[in-house]
């Protein structure tokens, strides 16, 4: 840390920022992913809780995060910096500073394509020296509803095993690339293999009344979270729910071209044989054959909500008012039995 830096923010930046773990109403609830998938549930969440804590990853090796991320060796910011846009609430103040944070120059020189936001958030990584401290101030700023924070505090490397169409098996290193590529994924792992995962992430998991999984990326933003130690082990452990929601489509030309929706979740039990997930949300429109999904998840001891949670429009976006009625329907007709400090 800078001298600057000790002067106005005493030994480190973790004492700095006023607490964003604030009291507040409904239950506490984790959502794991990272990119538009995350801001999709957190946007949800927000309409159901104000206690919610998005994990995130922290594997991009892309666009401006990719290159903050290669000049300066922090954390990718451009997942967090989305899951923080996606907290802020409808007033005038959260949406004026969620587009702030949004906000990329277009210009000729080094600034072009850079989220004013990824750039926030690097500043107060470098003033702290803290990553999560740095977040909460951020979230403090935007008057976010709820906490942000890197799944482990080193950046990571995703490797992709895949079958190419004629049989041969390569390996596909990067989360851009992994992301791309249309080939058929048969393993994903972590580069270091097993980090240490973020201590106030662990906490927050084994707090939660329950965890939501996906959507997203499912290789690269949703899977990376199974593959941490000791998020896995909190996983596993956990007495809150598991929901997973699966995705409104595959990713024509990526990583999960082609998959179908029971798919989804065999690739999540290859991984996590262990793992006990209480509820599956799926949009009908979604899904090839009902019937196929559902004995899949009976086999699991899943129990499977069919609703339509994609918006009106029949874009592959999820709807946050639609995905937030499917959330309390699985906290009303699943998660009943599952302890709540809040409701």
Known sequence: ?????????????????????????????????????????LSALRLMTDRITAVVTVADDGGSSGRL?????????????????????????????????????????????H??????????WELLDDPVAGLDWVGRLLGARGRVLPMTEVPLLIEADVERPDGRRETVRGQS????????ITHVRLDPAEPAACPH????????????????????????????????????????GIVVTLNLSPEEGGETAGMRAEEYLDVLYDHAPELRVRAVVADPRAVEDV?????????????LLLRQVGRSDGSARHDPLRLAAAFRDVVDDVLGDVPRHRR
Do not use: K
Request: proline share 6%.
């Open 1 to 41: 840390m800078s001298p600057t830096a000790q002067s106005r923010h005493g030994r480190s930046g973790a004492s700095g920022p006023p607490t964003v773990e604030r009291g507040g109403q409904g239950p506490a609830v984790v959502a794991l992913g990272g990119g538009h998938g995350l801001s999709a549930t």
């Open 69 to 113: 991320r290669a000049e300066l060796d922090v954390l990718p910011p451009g997942d967090l910096r989305m899951a923080l846009a996606a907290l802020c609430d409808d007033s005038d103040w959260g949406r004026t500073w969620s587009d702030v944070l949004q906000h990329r120059f277009s210009t000729d020189g080094p600034l072009d394509q």
């Open 291 to 303: 019937g196929r999904l559902a004995d899949r998840c009976e086999a699991l001891g899943s129990r």
């Open 115 to 124: 989220a004013l936001g990824n750039l926030l958030i690097v500043t107060l």
């Open 177 to 184: 690339a992994v992301a791309r590529t249309a080939d058929r």
């Open 201 to 240: 992430a662990v906490a927050a998991i084994d707090a939660a009344d329950w965890v939501v999984l996906g959507p997203g990326s499912w290789y690269t933003s949703v899977m990376p979270h199974l593959l941490v130690p000791e998020l896995r082990a909190a996983l596993l452990r956990s007495s809150g």
